[in-house]
């Protein structure tokens, strides 16, 4: 009646190891560390770097404990605090000689001190939230009177290709304010224009003007239109945020909306300000120009070199060394950019970026292959204001379609860099930050420390009032109530969860409300014993008829807590854990006690008294 096969006890005490497994990894605590990663994406993080970094350890005489080399980023773990610091300063200073047009971020970060052999299991920490493991807070302002300009710059090239097109004269398109003007000589002409934006730029609203002897079309955004640029300026911002942040390493990023034009970011674990910052500003874009070849001789290249450029030009060097003149006028930008995918050049095989281009973009860019076949085109990436030189290839042929392929010299990692940083470099809109706060790693150990006091005394009050009220099945679900918590916390590390303060709360809140499913079965079997029930019967009774009222119970908690899951920030993680006790909660109240008293009762063929509270029922 009580007794459990023994593959039964094998799965549970299976469960319970593996779950002290995966917690385990949460006491060793963090490494401080030194991350680098490439700011340009043409730029590797390889074996060379690492070896590299490691001789200017060893020549600096500073120890290091571990290296690590990922995808992206070369991360140095290093004993305490102090030693990172001038590790930093090290590196920084040696893989980035000149400090106004830097190759790599060096960045200060933390790394979890779990052992090896953990790690090879995928036994990691959880995530800790800012409140808890410290780390800079911003809240970014998006100029979104900046992404209407932009978008308006924009339709008034549109508008220039649309009426060359078709062979409509006019005496030029302006942008005053929020506004496009065009002028024309004649009202039959201005017509004419009106009729092409109506079915061709949708988004424009036209009034007709009169300006002296000059016929005006003033062209506006429609309301729409101005929401709908307003919110892709503010996903393309979060956008690229993300792929800034991944350059940092931070584990769990908070990246949100805020309102209808703010940013919020929260990097937990990021210990410099200032180089976050710099990520944070960071662009790129894409330029496609035509270089300069009737200027290109030796000696130009030479004087271009040593800083005399000639007007009208920009002095660059190709990835294979070779010196280069670009024409500062620009053929095409990457707004006109829809796409940007990594791949293979059919004819060579060799790594390549396939980029796909609007319908301007390709009408744009077929005039300019048409009128350039034979001469070179230069494709460069700009990022902060500096510009690097992809690929400079002759134009073999006039390119319709709006099909682009950048090829040349890149491995397959910096094709698919290369085409990340063009899909979302580039800021949509200008951002500012309003408000920056640092929570020093002091602070979040205190809050750490508050949190798992305010769990610890909880525990221990619980224990002592079910050991004085239900005697050894007080005791039972006191050892339950631990393996509860110990399932809950490493399926928060196995999920990879973001714990902060209020995940906290929920812990302890999981571990009050778990003791009521033993409450309800201890008081169940009180009352079979009271009606006349054997002993045994009473277990039996007690487990099976209060299942039906903690699976209410829980279902209807449970309820209330996926709702939770919708509302963001602090209530979500709140949620998260909630949810997840309940789980635990339900499998430790009725499968692990009942294997406990089914251990201390069941191997009995006949109990004389159960050890429930008030008196020695027989």
């Known amino acids: 009646m009580n007794r459990f096969p023994p593959w039964k006890y094998a799965l549970i005490a299976l469960a319970i190891v593996a779950a002290f497994l995966y917690t385990l990894p949460n006491f060793f605590g963090e490494s401080p560390a030194v991350q680098v990663s490439s700011v340009k994406a043409t730029v590797k993080v390889d074996g060379a770097l690492m070896a590299r970094a490691e001789d200017t350890l060893k020549a600096a005489n500073i120890p290091y404990t571990g290296v690590l080399l990922e995808q992206t980023s070369l991360r140095v773990r290093f004993g305490d605090t102090d030693t990172q610091l001038k590790a930093k300063d090290t590196i920084d200073h040696a893989l980035n000689p000149d400090a106004s047009n830097p190759t790599y971020v060096v960045a200060l970060n933390l790394l979890p001190a779990s052992p090896r052999w953990l790690t090879a299991i995928h036994a990691l920490p959880m995530y800790l939230g800012l409140d808890l493991r410290g780390g800079v807070h911003f809240l970014l302002q998006v100029d979104m009177q900046a992404a209407i300009t932009k978008r308006l710059e924009s339709l008034a090239g549109d508008l220039r290709s649309q009426l060359r097109e078709r062979d409509i004269r006019h005496g030029g398109i302006t942008r005053e304010g929020q506004t496009l003007r065009v002028r024309f000589r004649d009202a039959a002409t201005r017509d004419k224009a009106r009729e092409v934006i109506a079915s061709n730029l949708p988004d424009l609203n036209v009034a007709e003007r009169e300006d002296g002897q000059d016929w005006l079309l003033v062209a506006t955004l429609k309301p729409e239109a101005i929401k709908r640029t307003q ?34 970011v929260q990097l937990p674990g990021v210990q410099d300000t200032a180089k976050a910052k710099d990520i944070l500003g960071r662009t790129a874009s894409l330029e496609i120009r035509m270089a300069d070849e009737e200027r290109m001789n030796p000696e130009a290249l030479a004087a271009a070199a040593k800083g005399q450029v000639p007007f009208g030009d920009e002095y660059y060097v190709e990835r294979n060394g070779q010196p280069l003149l670009v024409k500062k006028q620009v053929v095409l930008t990457g707004d006109r950019l829809t796409d940007a995918q990594p791949g293979f050049d059919q004819q060579t095989n060799e790594p390549a970026v396939h980029l796909r281009l609007d319908g301007q973009g390709a009408r744009i860019f077929q005039e300019v292959t048409r009128e350039n076949v034979g001469k070179r085109m230069a494709i460069l990436l700009i990022e902060k204001g500096k510009g690097e030189v992809i690929t400079a290839p002759v134009i073999r042929s006039e390119i319709p379609g709006g099909r682009v392929q950048i090829s040349g010299r890149m491995s397959t990692t910096e094709a698919a860099d290369v085409a990340l940083l063009l899909r979302a470099g580039a800021l949509a809109a200008p951002m500012e930050i309003i408000e920056e706060r640092t929570v020093g790693p002091s602070l979040g150990r205190d809050n750490i420390a508050k949190g798992f006091n305010a769990t610890r005394w909880g525990f221990v009050a619980i224990v002592a009032f079910m050991s004085i009220y239900y005697v050894l099945f007080g005791l039972i679900s006191s050892v339950a109530l631990g393996v509860n918590l110990l399932f809950l916390v490493a399926l928060l590390s196995l999920l990879q969860a973001t714990l902060t303060l209020p995940g906290i709360a929920a812990i302890a809140l999981t571990l009050g409300m778990a003791i009521d499913a033993n409450v309800l079965i201890n008081e169940r079997i009180r009352e079979e014993l009271r009606g006349g029930a054997t002993p045994q019967a009473a277990i039996a009774a007690g487990y099976e008829r209060a299942w039906a009222t903690i699976l209410d119970s829980n279902v209807t908690t449970l309820v209330v807590g996926l709702s939770l899951l919708m509302v963001p920030g602090a209530v979500r993680g709140f949620a998260v854990v909630h949810c997840l006790g309940i789980g635990t909660s339900m499998f430790s109240a009725v499968v692990v006690s009942r294997a406990i008293v089914n251990l201390v009762y069941g191997h009995r063929r006949r109990v004389a008294h159960l050890s429930i509270g008030d008196t020695a029922w027989t």
Do not use: S
């Open 231 to 264: 919110e892709y300026a503010l996903k393309q911002n979060i956008t690229t945020l993300h792929n800034r942040i991944n350059e940092l390493g931070v584990a769990e990023p908070v990246i949100q909306q805020q309102g209808a034009d703010r940013v919020l």
